[in-house]
């Protein structure tokens, strides 16, 4: 199975830019990836989601026009793309992936079947 391990995580200021990465221990390319966050006190939410063919982004409405999502599945790596960051954006920031055999489909629900253990993102004011 595909194991996952986040990095890039840190403490940035508001307005900041970061690119967190989650790197894969096999073959990506079948895989729907997802980023999800948790922040204190609150519920893990889906954050953005990119379909298997890289064909469809899927986002949550509060970082749209800020995160983007980006993968290189020659690399079996997928990155989050954070840009003006957030005090709100706080969080720890988790990796997901799901086989999906609908190349250009994907969900930020949480139906997926892999998770890396995080990396925690915290945005200053």
Same mark, same amino acid.
């Given at each position: *199975?595909?194991?996952?391990? &986040?990095?890039?995580?840190?403490?940035? *200021?508001?307005?900041? +830019?970061?690119?967190?990465?989650?790197?894969? =221990?096999?073959?990506?390319?079948?895989? /729907?990836?997802?980023?999800?966050?948790?922040? $204190?006190?609150? &519920?893990? &939410?889906?954050?953005?989601?990119?379909? +298997?063919?890289?064909? +469809?982004?899927?986002?949550?409405? =509060?970082?749209?026009?800020?995160? /983007?999502?980006?993968?290189?599945?020659?690399?079996? /790596?997928?990155?989050? #793309?954070?840009?003006?960051?957030? $005090? &709100?954006?706080?969080?720890?920031?988790?990796?997901?992936?799901?086989?999906?055999?609908? $190349?250009?489909?994907? /969900?930020?629900?949480? #139906?997926?079947?892999?998770?890396?253990?995080?990396? *925690?993102?915290?945005? =200053?004011?």
């Amino acid at each position: *199975q595909v194991q996952l391990v &986040e990095s890039g995580g840190g403490l940035v *200021q508001a307005g900041d +830019s970061l690119r967190l990465s989650c790197a894969a =221990s096999g073959r990506t390319s079948s895989y /729907t990836m997802g980023w999800f966050r948790q922040a $204190p006190g609150k &519920e893990r &939410e889906g954050v953005i989601c990119v379909s +298997s063919s890289g064909s +469809s982004i899927n986002y949550t409405d =509060s970082v749209k026009g800020r995160f /983007t999502i980006s993968r290189d599945n020659a690399k079996n /790596t997928v990155f989050l #793309h954070m840009s003006r960051l957030k $005090p &709100e954006d706080t969080a720890v920031y988790y990796c997901a992936a799901n086989y999906n055999p609908s $190349p250009d489909r994907c /969900t930020i629900l949480p #139906h997926y079947g892999l998770w890396g253990r995080g990396t *925690q993102v915290i945005v =200053s004011s």
